[in-house]
């Protein structure tokens, strides 16, 4: 979609990929503190913004309970990293239950293995990086979250996809507490693979909504 037509027919979404691809840039400045909390924050909620705005559907509206979630944890982890760390585990939570309620009918064997090899994997790598229980049991509800996604019958090239990017983005983060705390690599990739995985998660799951003809009167995306 051209980006005068996404302005137009999608307010919230032009307005959250400008604050989420931004606030990549601001971050590196010299911006005032709050300033750059409320910017954070500003992506996710302005998908949440857009999952509520037009889409009259209880499915639509956890998954803006889902973004709005996440944003809170945005902001909070700049004060209080365990503060932060619950909003996300609710937010995770609130999307485990959506995609349950969309659970593939027949996944392969090999979605299977990967769902649960994630499930696993996951909250074992971020107890081996920082020996931290409470990071391995944040961990848990994280490779929950991803692992329901890619059992979920929304597209797997958004929504699972944008799952494992969310997964990526906290591993990264994980490192940093540890073995890659002196590499620049999680301040270049952590907030690029968070906003762009949850961009790709939100309009999944609306697209797919709307196919559905959850939203009638709302044309496709």
Not at 24 to 49: E, F, H, R, T
Not at 56 to 67: D, F, T, Y
Not at 76 to 104: N, Q
Request: hydrophobic fraction near 55%; include cysteine; glycine fraction near 10%.
């Amino acid at each position: 979609m051209p980006a005068l037509g996404l302005i137009d027919k999608r307010p919230w979404l032009a307005a959250s990929l400008v604050a989420g691809t931004s606030y990549w840039l601001a971050a590196k400045g010299q911006v005032p503190g709050l300033w750059l909390i409320a910017w954070k924050g500003a992506g996710a909620a302005l998908l949440a913004a857009y999952a509520w705005a037009d889409h009259p559907s209880r499915n639509a509206h956890l998954l803006a309970l889902v973004m709005g979630l996440c944003a809170v944890g945005d902001m909070v982890l700049e004060i209080s990293f365990s503060g932060g760390a619950v909003a996300f585990m609710l937010g995770h939570l609130a999307a485990i239950t959506l995609y349950l309620r969309f659970r593939r009918e027949r996944p392969a064997g090999s979605q299977k293995a990967a769902a649960l090899t994630v499930l696993v994997a996951v909250p074992l790598i971020a107890y081996q990086i920082t020996g931290r229980a409470e990071v391995a049991l944040y961990a848990l509800s994280l490779s929950g979250m991803a692992a329901a996604a890619w059992l979920s019958s929304f597209p797997r090239y958004r929504v699972g996809i944008g799952a494992m990017m969310f997964v990526a983005s906290d591993l990264l983060i994980f490192g940093r507490m540890g073995p890659l705390a002196q590499s620049a690599l999680p301040g270049m990739l952590v907030w690029p693979l968070y906003y762009f995985g949850q961009f790709l998660i939100c309009t999944g799951v609306i697209a797919t909504l709307r196919a559905r003809g959850e939203f009638s009167s709302q044309s496709a995306a």
